[in-house]
């Protein structure tokens, strides 16, 4: 039985998905467990937040755009309506112009796909 309810998004570079009838420390498992089988590693916890990260940082400074490098913070919280939420923040910022805002963007995409089958 999928959880999955729905997806918004809060504003550029955060996305959120909703999940109804799922303990929060159930579902932090399964999320962290579709980030390390996407190929994220945890790097550190920001908050309430899990700070992920795809690639090497070193590689993407010394060869641009050609390396794919993403820095995403996870944070699952309860709302009003008792669902839980699990909000997806791009921490890279704006670098990288265009070509790496639509990365970013498909990544997300990506990823929301990834969550929606739990």
């Given amino acids: 039985m999928s959880h ?12 959120a998905c909703t999940f109804a009838d ?12 579709v980030f390390t ?18 690639g090497s940082k070193l590689k993407r400074v010394l060869l641009g755009a050609m390396v794919r490098y993403f820095k995403i913070a996870v944070s699952l919280h309860l709302d009003a ?6 909000r997806l923040q791009n921490r890279l910022g704006d670098s990288g112009g265009s070509v ?10 990506r990823l929301v796909t990834l969550l929606q089958a739990l």
Avoid: C, M
Wanted: glycine fraction near 8%; charge should be negative; charged fraction near 35%.
């Fill in 22 to 33: 799922i303990d929060p420390e159930t579902l932090a498992v399964q999320v962290h467990e």
């Fill in 37 to 54: 089988s996407a190929g994220y590693r945890v790097i550190g916890e920001e908050g309430s937040a899990s700070i992920y990260e795809y």
């Fill in 100 to 109: 790496a805002k639509k990365r970013i963007k498909r990544e997300h995409q």
């Fill in 81 to 86: 309506n008792g669902e839980v939420v699990v």
């Fill in 4 to 15: 999955y309810d729905r997806t918004f998004t809060i504003r550029d570079g955060v996305e």
